[in-house]
Every structure is written in C-alpha cells, then in structure tokens.
C-alpha cells in the first residue's frame, strides 16, 4: 500500500517507527493529488508550500520525541473554516476574495496537534445542499462513479478521504452535510452534539443547527479526530464545558447486552432495495455481535423536513445579511448609490440555491407570518427531540439508513429543490434534536456504490457510536474495495 492509502493510525505506527516521515506522507498525498484532482474536483485550494513547511516541522518534532495527536497527518478542511491568511471563500462568490484574520478553533486546534493541512475543500455554496453542485468553484465528482455526485454540502471533504487526496478531513453538518457525503463515498463520517465542537470561525449557515465533525478511513480514525477536535472554547458561547473523554477508549469494545432501536418510520416505501438489505444485514450482524434489535416509534419523523427547511432558511436569511459588499468579499463595481450598491452585490454574489433559502427564510419571519412558520417549526422541533429522549430511555443506540438512496447522477436532481431536499430525510433529525451521529460503510450496490448507515445516540454520547461503529466495522468484515480512478 502506498501511504496516502493509509489511515492515520497506520501512519502514526510507521512514523514512531522511523519507517517513513511526515515529508515523505505529505508529497504521497500530492502526487496522489496530481493524478487524480483534475477529475474529482475535491479542492478549491490546495496548500503544498504551507503543507510541506508543516510536515517539515513534524519530522524536526518526531526527531526530538515531541509526537502529538496528529503529528505529520495531511488534512483538508472544508472551506467554510475560516484560515488566517488563506482565503476562506465558502463555495461562493461573494466570499471568493475573503481571506480571514484569524484561524476556526478547529484550525488551531488541529494545527496545535501537529497535522498538516493540505488545502480547502469544495463545498456547497454556504452549505447548502446535498450533491457539492451548487459551489461556484465548480462540482465535485464521487470518486466512485464520476457521472455521480459525492453527496453534499460537505462533498470535497468526504471526496478527498475516499479518493485518497488526504487521510482524514472536517466537514460541517446542519442537516446531514458530514453522513450523507460518507456515506455516498464510502467512508465514516460523524457530527457530533451540539454543543461538542467549537464553531469559532466557521461560516455560519443555520446556528442551532451548525456542527463541525471528521470524515475519515476507519472508526479508529473518528476517535483519534474527535480527540483532538472536542471541547471546550470560551470563544464560542454555545460550546459545552462537559468532560471530554479519551475516544479511542471505545475503539475495539464488545457490544453484548447492547440494545439497538430501530425506528419504524425510517424503513418505509421509498428506501431504495439494495440500501434496504444491506442496512437489514447489518443488523444480523450487530445481532450476532450480542446487540438485541427493539423496535422504537419516533412518532414526528414526517414532520422533520418541513421544520427543517423553515428553521434553516429563517436562520440562513438573518445569517447572510451581513454579506452586503460593505464588511467582507465581493462588491459590485458597477453600482450606485448604497442602496444600489447592496441589491448588486446580493444579486451578483449569491447563486440561487442561496437566494432562495434567503427568500424562504425572510418570508417566514417576516410580521404576521413568523407565528404560522418559525414559532410553529420551533414547537414542532421540541416534539421531535421529545420523540428521540423517549426512544433512547428504550435503547442504547438507534439505527437508520443514512441516505436513502446511492449517490445519484450529477444534475439529477438539481432543478428539482424537493428531490434534492429529500436527500437528507434520515439525518436532518440528529440536527434539529442536537444529538450526535455517525455514518459508517455497510456494503455495495450491485453497480459497485457505497452504502450506509447511520447510528444515533444521546447528548454526548459519541463514546457510544464510536463503540457501536467499531464493533460494527470489525465483525461485519466489509471487504476493503478503494475507487478505481
Ligand atoms: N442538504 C441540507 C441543506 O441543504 C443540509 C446541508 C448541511 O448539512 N449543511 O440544507
């Protein structure tokens, strides 16, 4: 295997074994990046000057024993983490020429940990969508099948890991951004509790519902992530001061006794058949594992899309009014006066996909209507993080597919905003009840396309899917297949 192939826990062996440097790493993942880029399309921007000074540091740093987290480590960051001095444009144009003061925590965090970053990721414009078509850098091709699309909003980060451009990357989740690209690409991805991951300096969509998590190789991979990336930050005022455990103490656990809820109301019509049985196959092999399967009811699953999609928009349309060509990025050249000045920049800067999240959310806040859309998805939203307290008093984890169905063509589904808004029916639930999830492999389509499934647990339960996702990966022995590009 040659090392951009590895997962980081391999790589971390042959570094303190002296049987390779981080120099070494970090020019296999750009040779790997220059064979394959040009038709994957996972970066806006890449960072090899930066990245190599990094790695160059690690191996001056391994030398003298000082070995961290993820020292000499090449990760991508989705491009919606704010870097000092790197333009941070967030798939849009009106952020194309950004280029922020300061590091996220994330960053810093990362960094303080010894990784090394090799570039900025493709995104959805701010995040929103399900397939990385909407970037105004360009789409993002799933490494899999490059007629498909890698799934979205997080797609060059998820694309980066299963394409080997990387060994582990960030993404952001704010209705299934970070599952819903793992799963599509075949790899592990986990948002984490509200409250969990620090959002300083992360661009942001919807704030209640905003996290940032890991997209990685293996389940080890997500704990040494999430070991590093969880935790307090007085900067960010929604982050949880709770104690962070050591994640990688659940890598490798048993599972016995374990109760598994499976909520009827995700394997209903619609679940396309091959995601349906190989999600039905993981579950004799949990079975076999020692976990008993309970039925669980989440009674206002039908509810989830339509609170999401006026709770995302309102908080999106109040988020983007700062872009107004005065404080950040682009402005009209050709305008007026202020006023003038303001509608050109909106207009020119934003795709449509933003603009009409903008409109939707502007609409239910507006007088008279905020108290039939916003007050009443915000009620409903408490019935439905209700539904998973009573569920999880009757289950250790719940189970779910993550997507509906395999990634799907690119441009399927691109004039049709419902279709593409149905992509994330399984996961947009985690988000508005705040709880956390993770997606792992479970399978292949016939045609060679990766599934998933998605666990979910309490708040600050990510020991637990770290658990379940582990004894999972290693019982199920899924055949290890890499795309062939
Ligand atoms: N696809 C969903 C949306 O378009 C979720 C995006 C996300 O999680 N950032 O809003």
């Known amino acids: 295997m040659e090392l951009h192939q590895l997962t980081i826990h391999e790589l971390q062996e042959k570094l303190k074994e002296g049987k390779t440097s981080a120099v070494k790493i970090a020019e296999s993942v750009f040779q790997r990046i220059d064979a394959v880029e040009k038709r994957v399309h996972s970066y806006i ?42 333009a941070t444009t967030c798939g849009s144009h009106i952020l194309h020429n950004f280029v922020p003061p300061y590091d996220a925590t994330v960053v810093e965090k990362l960094r303080d940990a010894g990784a090394v970053v090799v570039g900025k990721a493709n ?33 060059g980060s998820a694309t980066a890991v299963a394409a080997d451009e990387c060994i582990a990357s960030i993404g ?51 704990a040494i992530m999430m070991n590093v990336l969880a935790g307090y930050d007085p900067k960010e005022s929604t982050s949880v001061s709770a104690e962070t455990p050591d994640y990688r103490q ?15 109301e995700y394997f209903v019509e619609g679940i396309d058949p091959e995601v349906y049985s190989a999600v039905q196959k993981a579950i004799s092999v949990l079975e076999k594992s020692g976990a008993k399967i309970v039925e669980i009811s989440l009674p206002h699953t039908q509810y989830c899309l339509a609170v999401y999609y006026i709770i995302a928009p309102a908080e999106a349309s109040s988020n983007l009014a700062r872009y107004d060509g005065v404080k950040y990025g682009f402005r009209s050249p050709d305008s007026g006066d202020l006023l003038d000045m303001y509608k050109k920049t909106r207009m020119q800067g934003f795709g449509a996909e933003v603009k009409r999240r903008i409109m939707i959310g502007t609409y239910a806040l507006s007088a008279g209507y905020y108290d039939a859309y916003y007050k009443k998805a915000s009620q409903v939203r408490s019935l ?41 029916i399984f996961t947009i639930s985690g988000n508005l009840a705040g709880i956390p999830g993770v997606s792992v492999p479970c399978g292949f389509t016939a045609g060679g396309l990766p599934i998933g499934m998605q666990f979910l647990a309490g708040h600050f339960e990510e020991g637990k899917l770290i658990q379940i996702a582990s004894a999972y990966e290693k019982n199920a022995k899924i055949e290890k297949r890499r795309p062939k590009l």
């Open 172 to 222: 952001s989740d704010t209705g299934g951004s970070i599952r819903q690209p793992a799963a599509l690409c075949g790899i592990v991805g986990m948002k984490p509790t509200y409250g969990r991951v620090s959002r300083f300096g992360l661009i942001a969509f919807a704030s209640s519902l905003d996290q940032i998590g890991p997209f990685t190789k293996d389940v080890e991979d997500c």
């Open 384 to 424: 439905i993080k209700r539904d998973f307290e009573e569920a999880l008093k009757k289950c250790d984890v719940i189970l779910t597919p993550t997507t509906p169905t395999p990634a799907f063509k690119i441009r399927e589904k691109i004039d049709n905003p419902l279709q593409m808004y149905l992509s994330d």
């Open 45 to 86: 921007r890449l960072m090899k000057d930066e990245a190599l000074a990094a790695a160059d540091k690690a191996d001056k740093d391994i030398k003298k024993g000082d070995i961290k987290a993820l020292t000499g480590i090449p990760i991508a960051l989705k491009d919606i983490v704010c870097t000092k001095g790197i």
């Open 123 to 155: 995104m959805d414009e701010f995040a929103m969508g399900s397939s990385t078509e909407t970037s105004h850098f360009g789409v993002t091709r799933n490494p899999w099948d490059l007629e498909r699309i890698p799934g979205g909003s997080s797609g």
């Open 250 to 264: 659940y890598v490798g656990r048993e599972i016995k006794g374990w109760k598994i809820g499976i909520p009827q």
